[in-house]
């Protein structure tokens, strides 16, 4: 296979990057059909075409080993193409709305009782199956070439081609039993003639190698090319090209390509000591580089080592803090190995995919070939994976063979002219004196021998309906796909400095190469930046597009400034509780959605005998940090017990969210909880529900902030119908304060009203030991609720679980002293049904309703369930859950409810997915309609990552965020296991907690529950 490319698309800078579409005449080939044998199916191929023409030495040996790759046709085609259609439509509410592996496996992928007769009648003809694939997309299997030629009823033989090259094949085309026929779409390996070829033009006159420069970076001190001139012939270095094309633009923006990554589909290996020089020269140093072997390819550098290098090295440059780059390397030899590689992209989900390798769409053998890799691209277009693929080297003519000048009708490269791929031509870019864009044209060397753009009019794919910008409609226009779609710099006579001193550039060092190779790559890095400047800008899940219009609309949207995100944050945080020492362990967490600004956060303590230290942290932006307080507060958890309060500042300005988890082990129940801050002090607090029952322990905290005035704090309990007990105490400016109902001989369970002389902070924290009927085990833990400073009339909780060892309920308080609530809770199920309830809470009296035992009784009821309460008169409503969590975590978790109506964003400083930590997300969504929602992590070291959920009316959806953020933890160890989260409905209201499970250092188990910050 060989590198090629078309008539290109004009990169210019961002603001005005279009679409292309430069296209040339073609004639369509006609495939050649083995005479079908009873009961079998043939395989279309063109292999025959190329056999007849090359000379037939003898039949390949019998015992000689084959490896084949079986591709599977995919289910409810079109289906998929509508999906794929909606995802890719700005008006479609399925816009961006791409699907994960799994999703993508179960709805359109093979099903495993497809693949198993498959599997089953290659062991019957003695093959050994090699690997399978999540997805079921492909079947690799290991045998002799007389066993293929028993399964496939071929005879393969050894064949020269004219030019001299040496090669086995199959006579005629394959078939297969009409027992697998449906479920068989290519075989891959019978023949070793499609090989994928690929070669960057080196610089035909003029200087072949960059004026050099002793780098600062590289302990070796490699020189490092200095940036080009602006006369041609030249090279041009990546901050050149970053200036003209305005990747300054998003590096300005703060995008460098931090979280993201990029795949590199390779036929080859590379040295990591070319592309360590070169990245000190150019960036990407931290760049994490994962060597994929495919099919056990030793990865050894061979004679197309250039290749691979340049494709690295171009996506580095350009974006030198790419969290990720993966590199999936093949055998040139083998297009199973080729097929394996594509199905492991699809598998892996990798968002930015890069290839260079290509051959001609009329080549012999290519027919059943595309079609198989037309199933891998429909499947990376419905998960937004991005694929990008040079559109070769061969100007028209992409069949070309240089070394016999055969083959010179109008032709076009796979895998560019796909549809579901973005094709990559070439320009020749110039530049001012100050590497500012000047021009392009299209790249067109053929006259000094040194290549040109590649593209026309494919032969096998039809227009797709958004090919309709100004020049793809043409003279030339057939009504098939044109290409390419875009266009970088390409020409080798202003071409790219590489590093590259092994394989076929052994001896080297720094050399200018150019093609469409480099281009794709170029185009890689661009995507990923913008992909990351999206997420931080707009929400945008990733541009992951083939549709070339959108992508280009996407970019220009991102120029332009796109449009904002509004993330739910305040400059000042309150926390009444909070205890060091004394077995306890307490942190405090903090998230900045900001996109350009560190926040400096000043962290206040308060004691019970007055304040202490003032310490000054500071967040980077789009991340999350960690106080260790113990820590901070020179107090270990060994040490002696202290009570402590905190106020969180942002000094500068900057919108911050603040979280305060701890762990800890008290009275022997060894658990812990976490609290959202309050962002502003009150006169009045309200509690649903305060126990102090037997095995139950709660405490009101309380702090009056420094400078204020002395506070008198009056703290009434109420039950049943009457004030049960009430005291008033007396909170110094600057002091923390605790109070329990059991110094007040209280011991039930009350709801509690606290009012204050002077704002104050107060918080409820309880531990207690008890056990339920429907859980097995004992129940230990503990729970803290921050006060609501009002009653309501309507109350939201998205979280809610009533599965085996988890029991729930709703508690609602009537604060008033003579008029009765009339209250209706609205049960909202993961399914999309509803079971409302209605009863009366007496006036001065806690109503508990029992989740659990109102949906046993509703069948249509799930075990995740959403709540919604409202009521004619102002009530309080708690939600308190016991569990054992996986039958063995044992605890609790108690929340205030989020006031309605339902907000449009929410944050959460909180979270960790490290080891015994499992932590959700769930959205509840109480409207009549459905609602896109965006929900993005943010990770240390200013690493993001983005998905977007539909959920649907008056139901609930549950995302597991250790799935979301561990392969990217993985991959990038900067990322950190911690995080935050920001929720944002796309296009209407929502409602957003967040429950963890945790086994704490193996000291400490339970459960936490925050509802997220709303503004």
């Not at 590199?264 to 070319?274: A, I, T, V």
């Not at 993966?326 to 492991?344: G, I, P, Q």
Request: proline share 6%.
């Amino acid at each position: 296979m060989k590198l090629r490319s078309i008539y290109p698309i004009v990169l210019v800078p961002l603001i005005g990057i279009v679409i292309i579409a430069t296209i040339l005449w073609s004639v369509v080939s006609t495939f050649t059909h083995a005479t079908p044998v009873a009961g079998r199916t043939p395989i279309p191929s063109t292999i025959g075409r190329y056999t007849s023409n090359s000379k037939m030495l003898k039949r390949t040996a019998a015992n000689q080993p084959i490896s084949l790759a079986i591709g599977l046709n995919l289910r409810n085609q079109a289906d998929l193409a509508s999906y794929i259609k909606q995802i890719t439509t700005p008006q479609s509410p399925l816009y961006h709305h791409y699907l994960n592996a799994a999703d993508f496996a179960a709805l359109y992928a093979p099903l495993p009782s497809s693949e198993a007769p498959v599997i089953d009648y290659l062991r019957s003809e003695g093959f050994t199956i090699t690997a399978t694939y999540p997805d079921h997309l492909l079947v690799d299997a290991r045998g002799t070439v007389a066993q293929a030629e028993q399964a496939f009823q071929v005879q393969i033989n050894n064949y020269q081609e004219q030019s001299g090259q040496y090669f086995y094949a199959n006579a005629a085309s394959p078939s297969r039993p009409v027992s697998v026929a449906p479920f068989v779409a290519s075989v891959a390996g019978l023949d070793n003639l499609l090989q994928y070829h690929r070669k960057p033009h080196a610089t035909g006159k003029g200087k072949a190698h960059p004026a050099l420069a002793t780098s600062n970076a590289s302990p070796s001190a490699i020189t490092c090319p200095q940036p080009g001139a602006a006369t041609i012939p030249t090279s041009y270095t990546p901050s050149q090209i970053a200036t003209a094309y305005d990747f300054t633009k998003l590096y300005d923006s703060g995008s460098l390509g931090e979280g993201q990554t990029v795949g590199l589909l390779e036929l080859d290996g590379y040295s990591p000591n070319d592309i360590a020089l070169y990245a000190s020269c150019f960036g990407g140093k931290n760049t994490q580089i994962q060597t994929i072997p495919i099919d056990g390819y030793n990865g050894a550098a061979g004679a197309n080592a250039a290749e691979v290098e340049l494709d690295m090295e171009m996506v580095l440059g350009l974006a030198p803090r790419l969290a990720n780059l993966r590199v999936y390397e093949a055998s040139l030899t083998s297009l199973a190995a080729y097929n394996d590689a594509w199905a492991r992209i699809v598998n892996d989900r990798t968002p930015v995919v890069s290839t260079s390798w290509v051959f001609c769409e009329q080549g012999a053998g290519v027919a059943n070939e595309i079609q198989q890799e037309n199933i891998f691209f429909q499947a990376a277009a419905a998960q937004g994976q991005t694929i990008l693929a040079a559109s070769g080297d061969m100007g028209a003519t992409g069949c070309y063979d240089p070394r016999t000048g055969a083959n010179t009708s109008p032709s076009v490269d796979d895998p560019a002219s796909q549809p579901y791929v973005t094709g990559v031509g070439g320009t020749t870019l110039s530049i001012n004196a100050d590497n500012t864009y000047q021009s392009e044209r299209v790249w067109n060397d053929r006259a000094i021998k040194n290549g040109a753009s590649g593209g026309g009019v494919s032969k096998v794919w039809f227009k797709p309906t958004w090919q309709q910008g100004p020049g793809v409609a043409n003279a030339y226009s057939t009504g098939y796909r044109e290409v390419p779609d875009v266009s970088a710099n390409a020409d080798p006579q202003t071409g790219y400095d590489v590093y590259c001193s092994v394989g076929g550039c052994a001896g080297g060092g720094w050399i200018v190469l150019g093609g469409t190779s480099a281009a794709a790559p170029v185009w890689a890095a661009m995507v990923a930046l913008a992909n990351e400047t999206a997420s931080k800008a707009n929400g945008a899940t990733g541009l992951g597009s083939f549709h070339a219009l959108n992508l280009t609309q996407s970019l220009i949207t991102l120029s332009l400034g796109g449009p904002s995100r509004t993330t739910a944050t305040s400059t000042t945080w309150y926390f009444a509780e909070g205890h060091i020492g004394g077995n306890f362990q307490e942190y405090l967490t903090l998230e900045n959605p900001d996109t350009k600004q560190a926040a400096q956060v000043q962290v206040k303590y308060l004691f019970s005998t007055g304040q202490g230290p003032i310490i000054v942290h500071t967040v980077p932006p789009q991340s999350r940090a960690t106080v260790t307080v113990n820590d901070e507060l020179h107090n270990p958890s060994t040490g002696p017990g202290r009570d402590v309060s905190m106020i969180v500042t942002s000094l500068n300005g900057v919108g911050i969210v603040a979280e305060r988890p701890m762990y800890f082990s008290f009275n022997g129940i060894n658990s812990g909880t976490d609290a959202l801050g309050s962002t502003k002090l009150g006169h009045d607090f309200y509690f649903a529900d305060v126990e102090a029952q037997r095995n139950y322990s709660s405490f009101i905290t309380m702090f009056d902030p420094p400078g204020s005035t002395n506070a008198n704090v009056t703290v009434s309990y109420v039950a049943a119908g009457r004030q049960i007990a009430t005291t008033t105490i007396a909170v110094a400016a600057g002091h923390r304060v605790t109070t329990t109902p059991m110094s007040l001989g209280v011991n039930q369970t009350s709801a509690v009203y606290v009012h204050s002389d002077q704002p104050v902070m107060v918080e409820r924290p309880t531990y207690f030991s008890t056990s339920r009927s429907n859980i097995s085990g004992p129940v230990t833990g503990a729970a803290t609720v921050v006060g609501t400073q009002s009653q309501g009339k309507d109350w939201l909780f998205a979280e809610g679980y009533t599965g085996p060892n988890f029991h729930e309920y709703l508690v609602l308080a009537n604060f008033d002293s003579s008029n009765p609530a009339n209250v209706t809770v609205n049960l909202e199920y993961s399914n999309g049904a509803t079971n409302p309830m209605t009863f009366t809470v007496a006036p001065r009296s806690q109503y508990f309703f029992d989740v659990n035992r109102a949906s046993a009784s509703f069948a249509q009821s799930t075990t995740s369930v959403s709540a919604e309460v409202s009521s004619n008169v102002p009530v309080v409503a708690q939600r308190q859950e016991y569990f054992r969590y996986n039958g063995t975590i044992p605890g609790g978790t108690d929340v205030i409810g989020q006031p309605g109506p339902a907000k449009s964003s929410y944050s959460f400083a909180e979270g960790y997915i490290g080891g015994g930590f499992t932590e959700y997300l769930t959205l509840q969504n109480p409207n009549t309609t459905s609602q896109d929602v965006a929900v993005r992590l943010y990770m240390a070291n200013s690493i993001t990552t983005e998905q977007v959920v539909t959920v649907g009316p008056q139901t609930r959806v549950t995302l597991n965020i250790n799935s979301m953020a561990l392969p990217i933890a993985h991959a990038t160890s900067r990322a950190g296991y911690s995080l935050s989260i920001a929720v944002q409905a796309v296009n209407g209201t929502i409602m957003a907690e967040r429950p963890m499970y945790f086994n704490y250092q193996n000291t400490a188990q339970g459960g936490t529950d925050v509802v997220g910050y709303s503004g």
